[in-house]
Structures are given as C-alpha cells and as structure tokens.
C-alpha cells in the first residue's frame, strides 16, 4: 500500500513539474505552449478599424464643401451621370445639416455655372435631388475660371460658408477627365492661400501635371486617378476615411494578439486552479502515508 501511494505522489510531482516547465505560472507573458495560429500570428500587427472603415454614415467633421466638376465635351452623357452618382454617394457618406457639413456644386465646361450654394440645402435628400437635376454644359475645360468662381462665390458667408471664427474647413473636390484650357496654377495657389482645401481626382485622359498644380500638399493625400468614370464610385471610401472625424489607424498591439492574450490568462487561471488541486491531492496522499505509517 505505501509503495502504491508513493507511485501516486511521484506521478503527481512529476504531472506538475512537466506542467510547470511548459507555463511560467508566474508570468503569463510566458506562456510557452500556443496554437499555432497563435504562433502564425505572433508577428502580424492588429488593425484597429474607425467608424470610417466600417460605417458609411460616420460622423464627418463640419465642412464648407464645393465639388467642382468638369461637364466639357469629352464626358459622355452617361460618364456624367456616374459623376452625378458619386457626388450623392458622398453626400450619403457626410453629417449633413446647417451646424454640421454643407455642400455646393459648381458645374463648368467653356463658362461656369453655380448649381446651388452652400446655403441652398441642408439636408441629404434635398442635396441629391438637386445633383440629379444637373446637366452637362458641353464644349470646352476652363478649369481655372470654375476655381475662381468656387473661390469668389461659392465660399463666400454670402453663399452660406461659415466665417473663420468658426474654424470650419474649406474643401473643394475637383473632378475632370482633361487637361484644362486654361491656368489652373496661380488661381489654385490663391485659393489654396485662402484657406480651401483642394482635392483634385483625374479620371482616364486627365493631365497629372495639372492635377497636381491644382491640388493641396502632401500631394500623396490630395490627387487620386482612377481609369473610366465607371470605377469613379470606388474613391468614396478614400473620401469617407479622409473626411471623417476618426480615420482608420494601424497599431501595434503590444500583446501581438488579442485573442494570445486572451489564452494566456485563460490558461493562467486554469493551471492555477490545477495546481492547488494537485497540491491539496498530495496533502491528502501524505496524510494517508502518514496514518498508514503509524499503524
């Protein structure tokens, strides 16, 4: 019997050595034994989604918003529409209302023409229902004219900007498929001066060079490409995680995993629990060699 009760204790003693030497009871940062996609996952940083990232009707920080777009002669009927599409696609991305983001258009091709000001609509249906009713102008690209009249007219407190002791953003999102007809340089300088952001996006034969004079700095943030005015629709989340409040951020979680983590508290308190266990079995299994040994 006492010979049996010793094995009993020498198989214990060693369970719990083995189970100390594979876990570092205490330091769960020591955990040794992991899944393998544990292991798999050790060096991949977390990434952290915004309301951006995942919804479209994220708070966007308050706006004076012009979109500026070019109607000239090379933009089909049908490429305007897809235009006209994704202009209410952002609206349905922004905060809407008088104390919250207000939007105009300003429609040019060779003359300019304000469809509504920033004072005109302030609701989200009201404002699609005013692009839908936009029509293409025709002939030529006077890009710089649509600048200044945007600058001169459209982000006045007149037409509805708020003034500067708002601290309101002034951003103008320039679209256009060519290269304009005239200098887009200086008069993008003056309204960048002025204090309007400009973003430029350039879609199938749009000049670069022209893109770039026209917009905001860091370039890499403000000039965007895409191929057909079919794919334009694919920029509204870029705009959507540029406008809202909070973007979307890469951290490193210093854990490397959420869910390691998670395992090795799990794992913690349930060797923990195992080794008290085992110790008051142990305790029990002395106690009985005792008694046996006295009789």
């Known amino acids: 019997m006492k010979s049996f009760i010793g094995s009993l204790v020498y198989c214990l003693s060693f369970l719990l050595a083995d189970l100390c030497e594979s876990y570092d009871l205490n330091n769960p940062s020591h ?4 899944t393998y996609a544990q292991r798999r996952n050790n060096a991949v940083p977390q990434r952290t989604l915004s309301p951006a990232a995942t919804d479209p009707h994220c708070r966007s920080r308050p706006l004076d918003l012009v979109f500026i777009i070019d109607s000239s002669r090379s933009v089909r009927p049908g490429e305007f529409e897809k235009v006209k599409i994704f202009l209410a696609d952002m609206v349905d991305t922004l905060d809407v209302g008088s104390d919250a983001t207000r939007v105009a ?5 060779s003359t300019v023409k304000i469809e509504f000001l920033l004072k005109n609509h302030l609701t989200k249906n009201s404002i699609k229902q005013a692009i839908n009713r936009i029509e ?8 710089g004219m649509a ?7 459209a982000f006045t407190e007149k037409s509805g900007a708020r003034p500067k002791s708002k601290n309101i953003s002034k951003v103008a999102i320039i679209v256009t498929d060519g290269r304009p007809q005239d200098q887009v340089e200086e008069v993008s300088a003056a309204a960048r001066a002025s204090g309007i952001e400009i973003y430029a996006v350039g879609v ?3 000049d670069m060079q022209s893109l770039k004079l026209m917009a905001s700095n860091p370039l890499e943030d403000h000039v965007f490409y895409v191929e ?3 794919v334009i629709e694919k920029l509204t989340s ?3 995680e540029t406008l809202c409040e909070v973007k979307v951020e890469i951290v490193q979680d210093p854990c490397m995993c959420e869910a390691r983590l998670a395992f090795q ?3 913690q308190t349930s060797l923990q629990d195992l080794n008290g266990k085992l110790a008051a079995v142990i305790r029990k299994v002395e106690q009985m060699e005792n008694m046996l040994g006295s009789m």
């Open 136 to 143: 293409p102008l025709a002939a030529g690209t006077m890009t």
């Open 147 to 153: 600048i200044k009249k945007a600058m001169d007219e």
């Open 204 to 206: 199938d034969r749009a």
């Open 265 to 267: 508290r799990q794992t």
């Open 105 to 109: 258009v300003v429609n040019y091709a």
């Open 238 to 240: 870029k705009f959507r």
């Open 228 to 230: 057909t005015y079919g």
């Open 31 to 34: 955990i040794l034994a992991q």
